[in-house]
């Protein structure tokens, strides 16, 4: 079986919000069991000028149900980025999930050639072949910024293994 787009993309973009997901689930047990605000999660950043861990859990949903949009050449879901809490960082990753499970694979592949423009900074944008525009800054954008999350609860002392990271639930079975 070859490659292609959607297989490079949808299972890609699956299993690590689900596994963000995880992440959270064990971050909101570690408030609970060492008797702190979750909210210190939330807001918690690596350094004082990096967003914090809400926004680097936004930013992760955004970066894949745009690609996914721009890739199937359909629009993507607009969300408020009003979220303040970890179970509503849990619902954005849901819904992401949700929207990535409604795009059929058929209307990925064959974008390696399509035109992609997006944003590139306040008032710029860039344009690249669909396949370099997943491989070049899609997957490396949408991978910082799980990383980026990973690297917040670590450093605040959640449990966190690389299992965690790319195993999810399944690291715990």
């Given at each position: 079986?070859?490659?292609t787009m959607?297989?490079a993309s949808?299972p890609?973009?699956?299993?690590?919000?689900?596994?963000l997901s995880?992440?959270?689930?064990?971050?909101?047990?570690?408030?609970q069991?060492r008797?702190y605000?979750p909210?210190v999660l939330?807001?918690?950043?690596?350094a004082p000028?990096m967003?914090?861990?809400l926004?680097?859990?936004?930013?992760?949903?955004?970066?894949?149900?745009?690609c996914v949009?721009?890739?199937?050449?359909?629009?993507?879901?607009?969300?408020?980025?009003?979220e303040?809490t970890?179970?509503?960082?849990?619902?954005?990753?849901?819904?992401?999930?949700?929207f990535?499970?409604?795009v059929?694979p058929?209307l990925?592949?064959g974008?390696?050639?399509?035109?992609?423009t997006?944003?590139a900074?306040?008032?710029?944008?860039?344009?690249?072949?669909?396949?370099?525009y997943l491989?070049?800054?899609a997957?490396?954008?949408?991978?910082?910024h799980?990383t980026?999350a990973?690297?917040i609860?670590?450093?605040?002392?959640?449990n966190?293994?690389?299992?965690?990271?790319?195993?999810?639930?399944?690291?715990?079975?």
């Open positions: 079986m070859s490659i959607s297989s949808l890609v973009f699956r299993s690590m919000l689900s596994n995880h992440l959270l689930d064990k971050a909101q047990a570690d408030a069991a008797h605000d909210a939330a807001n918690a950043r690596l000028d967003l914090p861990l926004r680097q859990v936004t930013i992760a949903c955004d970066s894949a149900k745009l949009a721009r890739l199937a050449g359909i629009d993507a879901p607009r969300h408020e980025d009003s303040s970890l179970p509503e960082l849990q619902a954005r990753i849901a819904g992401t999930l949700a990535i499970d409604s059929e058929h990925i592949d974008s390696e050639a399509r035109q992609i997006f944003p900074g306040r008032d710029r944008t860039r344009t690249l072949s669909g396949e370099d491989r070049q800054h997957l490396p954008n949408f991978f910082f799980v980026t990973y690297a609860l670590r450093h605040n002392g959640v966190l293994g690389k299992r965690d990271y790319l195993a999810g639930a399944q690291a715990a079975t």
